[in-house]
């Protein structure tokens, strides 16, 4: 028998929503891409998921309009699902299955990788290290980026994570190591990259998204990947896929500093739930699939440096938390993953804060290897510190005043309370503008200045002599 007839089924047995039940496909093999072919002899693509000696399930990665039981047929393809790449991915858009959507032809390939990408052998994985500036105050100075992090932004429904992830675009620069003290343009000599990937969002804002990155600059330096909500729900697994290899491409083959920002991760594990509940999966806390936690650590975990190699990984995933809770499966498992967490505010929303970053929920567990350079490294974690314990002491002092009243208050408090209130305004309250990390210090000593001398019990002496006088 013909060999591309061998390859060539019409057992169909099921459809369920973009799963396709097939049987004795016993030249299959996990993973593999297919071809499912129409009566009309329209063709769409599907993927192998899972295998045994009776059937087959195959995930449709198109729309499943029109597919059938009866004259349906599944050509074995005999190869994974590969991602063409090049240098010239940079300024490009693409679906969240990584057709082109910008109008420009495909990409013509120098490498083509598999997009479930290779786990790192942890004996070649580097430590995170050097400090990425997003240009955002509470991150740089509180919650310090670093290369090869993965740190997620927790956020509620109707916080401004979106505009949040767009001025972290413009603005994120890769600062060397050499206590330069300028804006430290990470850009200069092609060492830096932003892969943004997008996963069900609706086209107003896929649209705000395109009109900040071209607006602020940053469009040349970036590639996105774009899943919107009308778009086949299977997509959305596979775009944080593309978007990673497209990543790996750049960071460990061109030697660049790539950010990896994922949003919303909470539209990707809704997905994940719609696919389990097709294939019949028995469900686990709140209906989520129970392999949800390696799911998702085989997309954070790519994230990361190698040694030998030039180039980094850092992810910032966006996270929308239901019900704004802390404990719900998909903050939390993503939690248990990564290596910290952003936390937006309603609190500070309410108020007009922007960018609403709550500083005490907030935590970089690997910002001791990121913070300087030059002077910022002698007083980045003093400041740091001092800036959270007092923030803190001054949120108590609020929520005393509010039983007790302001008169209540001791004079020492009265500063704590005006020192937390001018802290929301001043310094978490920067607005879209930049800071770079020695602007964002020395605004920083301006609240430490609001105690006396000592009171600054975690600042050594000697930096409180050189700069508690300045300014």
């Known amino acids: 028998m013909d060999d ?24 299959a093999s996990l993973g593999e891409l297919v071809e499912i072919m129409l009566p009309d002899e329209e063709t769409r693509r599907g993927q192998v998921i899972e295998l045994s000696e009776q059937h087959a399930v195959i995930q449709v990665l198109e729309e499943t309009t029109g597919l059938g039981v009866t004259g349906t047929r599944v050509r074995l393809t005999e190869s994974a ?21 910008d109008g420009l032809p495909p990409i013509i390939p120098d490498a083509r990788m598999d997009i479930i990408g290779q786990p790192m052998n942890p004996i070649t994985r580097d430590k995170p290290s050097h400090f990425i500036q997003t240009g955002i105050s509470t991150i740089d100075a509180l919650n310090t980026l670093v290369r090869g992090q993965k740190l997620p932004v927790f956020s509620g429904a109707g916080l401004p994570a979106k505009e949040v992830a767009a001025q972290i675009v413009r603005h994120a ?56 909500a009308d778009d086949p729900t299977i997509e959305r ?23 990896v920002i994922l949003t919303d991760m909470a539209a990707y ?49 966006i996270v929308t938390m239901p019900d704004d809770d802390l404990t719900h499966p998909i903050p939390d498992l993503t939690g248990y993953i990564t290596e910290g967490q952003i936390v937006l505010s309603r609190e500070l929303h309410r108020k007009g804060i922007f960018p ?8 970089s567990r690997l910002m001791n290897l990121g913070i300087g350079p030059g002077k910022t490294r002698e007083d980045h974690r003093a400041v740091a510190d001092q800036l959270y314990a007092f923030y803190a002491h001054g949120r108590d002092v609020r929520r005393l005043a509010a039983i007790v009243g302001e008169d209540g208050l001791s004079e020492s408090d009265k500063r704590f309370l005006k020192l937390a209130q001018d802290f929301e305004q001043q310094f978490v309250n920067q607005g879209s503008r930049s800071r770079n990390i020695e602007e964002t210090l020395d605004l920083g000593w301006t609240f430490l200045r609001y105690l006396p001398p ?18």
């Open 356 to 363: 609403p970053i709550d500083v005490l929920p907030s935590l």
């Open 237 to 259: 697994l596979l775009t944080p896929r593309y978007a990673l290899t497209a990543a790996e491409y750049l960071a460990f083959t061109l030697g660049r500093h790539v950010l």
């Open 173 to 228: 620069r890769v600062r060397e190591t050499s206590g330069e003290r300028g804006t430290g343009n990470g850009h200069e000599g092609g060492a830096f990259a932003i892969v943004f990937a997008a996963m069900g969002i609706t086209f107003r804002e896929a649209s705000f998204f395109l009109g900040e990155f071209e607006r602020g600059g940053a469009m040349a330096h970036t590639v996105l990947f774009l899943n919107l």
């Open 269 to 317: 594990c809704e997905a994940l739930r719609q696919i389990a509940t097709a294939r019949e999966e028995i469900p686990g806390r709140r209906g989520y699939p129970g392999y949800m936690y390696s799911d998702l650590a085989s997309i954070y975990e790519r994230a990361g440096r190698i040694k030998g190699k030039a180039g980094s990984i850092t992810q910032l995933p």
């Open 454 to 471: 000592e009171r600054l019990t975690r600042v050594k002496p000697e930096l409180i002599e050189r700069y508690y006088g300045e300014g």
């Open 4 to 27: 591309l007839i061998t390859r060539e089924y019409q057992t169909v047995s099921g459809i369920a929503g973009p799963l396709l039940f097939v049987e004795r496909l016993k030249q």
């Open 81 to 101: 699902a590969m991602m063409d790449l090049s240098p010239d991915l940079l300024g490009r858009r693409f679906s969240g299955a990584g057709v082109p959507l």
